[in-house]
């Protein structure tokens, strides 16, 4: 069934409210933020409601209303959204709970968002279990509590399917200009992505924020980001919580590291979509897109009046990407000669008290930074109390970083490092200047942090459509390593010479013929090292034999192998399902090491040599591949296409393949290749 546009129930001209109490408060919101179209309470027994007409049902409208706010019981709303639909309506906000999220009392809570679905038709819904939206842009509410916002002209859209966090989120002090402020609930039919894509059309809008408690439909994320590409409005997103798998003991490493908070952060990186971990970080992070947009690089200046804000501005800055670049050497001049000749020239700097409440000199010293190509300079200033003390020195300095800002063009920054610091009315007079207002120290080097790495992937082309083929629904049957190595050589994988065999004596003669020292293991056990199950450096047929009789009592068969010469490096590539992404290729540091370490990178699939080359480099293992130390190296390229290898498998099997685990991926020597050593290889039949 084909939706109808989003539009009508986001920026309404006429709202029809439903219900008592929470009704009531929706006319009150509207009223209160200037909402100049019609509202039509309806109500069975009440003639007016805060001095509007009354009407009694749906069918005594005097038109099919845009928007509707539906606040009535869970049995009354399917029957109010089904006459809604039927009269042509725009959309509702369905603000009962009781359905999907029921608890155990209310166990058909399934069934009856199903019905609730279906009485909706083609007509949008937000919700159930949701307070709704608020436009803060043309006053349009359907929002039965308080908040906290006003009226902008632009400003950044939020979304998120909880409703408490959505008010705490209005009522913040940090001078962001919200344009919209959403709520999804249950997300029954229209989903977080859905209400972002529509928003996102809106020309006022300029960043979109989104706190996601479970992914929905990933490829309407994908969606909204292309478009939010296309469009240059950055998006944001707080992800917290776990996936709905299982949590089950993994059968593979590789499903152990994939876990769905690993799989969630490669997603978004795919998407150039930023990641933020805090509600003060998403704050934060969208205050400076709203102002400046995506960075383009990550070299950020930072100047205080005290060494104490210095030290701290650079030790923040410990294991974030970006980079307090050095001071250019034409920039010394004017520095030294506005700030005199006992301050330390560096970034990030200390200019000292020697040119606090001195317009002229602060302007020449704030412009000397400014010219040093920084995509973000920062300017540490905690304001005094307004109770207590006078600031007019603290606006000498606001007057000297907006001038600089504006003679050299750059974007310019005021940090206070306490939130309380900051005044809402200075935050919001700096916005208004083009300045970004910004709260905590930290929360602002990960502002900096995701802006440009958003803006890192919008320079480059656009990435690969997401894999988007859902699992089938037959029995998972695991394969046995040696039927798992047969697949993988076909795929282009170089596995070790080997041969199966059924008993101990037909594995000594197998053994021989392939050529001694081999590698034992017994097929049909999942977990081998734990119950003995393979033994390695077997020298003779007798050593062979002995070995296989001992793992007789556990295997169902064997499976003898050359052995591999010493690698310089044991990587582990694999692929897992995620019950929301679908498959996904994990890259990492193999062997004993992948417990050790923890050295892994997750890539969305499907992927190209670049990407696969890049997760390399983010490894730790990566030094071994190249020759630490002087020792032995390989070939990254050659270990590139022998993942790429790995991961065209994955794709080509995505309609049945659950999970794939290559534990080790031995990396020879240069020129000698990449071996899979061990292999797993789960399908669903």
Known sequence: MTQRPLDRLIRPQTIAVFGGREARRVIEQCDRMGFTGDIWP??????????????????????????????????????????????????AVCYASGFSEAVAELADGGARQEALVGAAGDMPIIGPNCYGVINGLDGALLWPDQHGMVRVERGVAILTQSSNIAINLSM?????????????????????????????????????????????????????????????????????????????????????LAGSDAVADAVLARLGIGRVATLPELIETLKLLHVTGPLECNAISSMSCSGGEASLMADAATGRAVDFRALKPEQLPALRRSLGEMVTLSNPLDYHTFVWGDLSRQTEAFTAMFEGDYVLNLIVLDFPRDDRCDSADWMTTIAAVTAAAKLTGACAGILATLPENMPETIAMQLISDGIVPLCGISETIAAAEVASRIGAAWHAPPPLPLLDITSGAGEIETLSEAVAKVELSAAGLTVPLGATASSPTDVAEQAQRIGFPVALKALGVEHKSEVGAVVLNLWDVEAVRNAAERMASVASGYLVERMIERPVAELIVGAVRDPVVGLTLTIGAGGILVELLEDSVILPLPATKKEVMEAISRLRVRKLIEGYRGGAKSSLDTVVDAILSAAEYVVKNAAWLEELDINPLMVLPENRGVVAADALIRLRR
């Open 42 to 91: 309806v109500h069975p027994t009440l003639d007016a409601v805060l001095g509007r007409r009354c009407y009694r049902a749906v069918e005594d409208l005097p038109a099919a209303p845009d928007a509707a706010f539906v606040g009535v019981n869970r049995m009354l709303t399917i029957d109010i959204v089904r006459a809604l639909s039927a009269r042509g309506a725009g959309g």
């Open 172 to 256: 913040q002090r940090r001078g962001l200009p919200i344009s919209y402020l959403m709520t999804a609930g249950n997300q029954a039919q229209i989903g977080l992505s859905d209400l972002a894509l529509a928003v996102l059309e809106d020309p006022r809008v300029t960043a979109i924020g989104l706190h996601i408690e479970g992914f929905g439909n990933v490829q309407t994320l994908q969606k909204l980001a292309m478009r939010a590409r296309e469009l240059r409005k950055p998006v944001v997103a707080l992800k917290v919580g776990k996936s709905e798998q299982a949590q089950r003991a993994a059968i593979s490493h590789t499903a152990s």
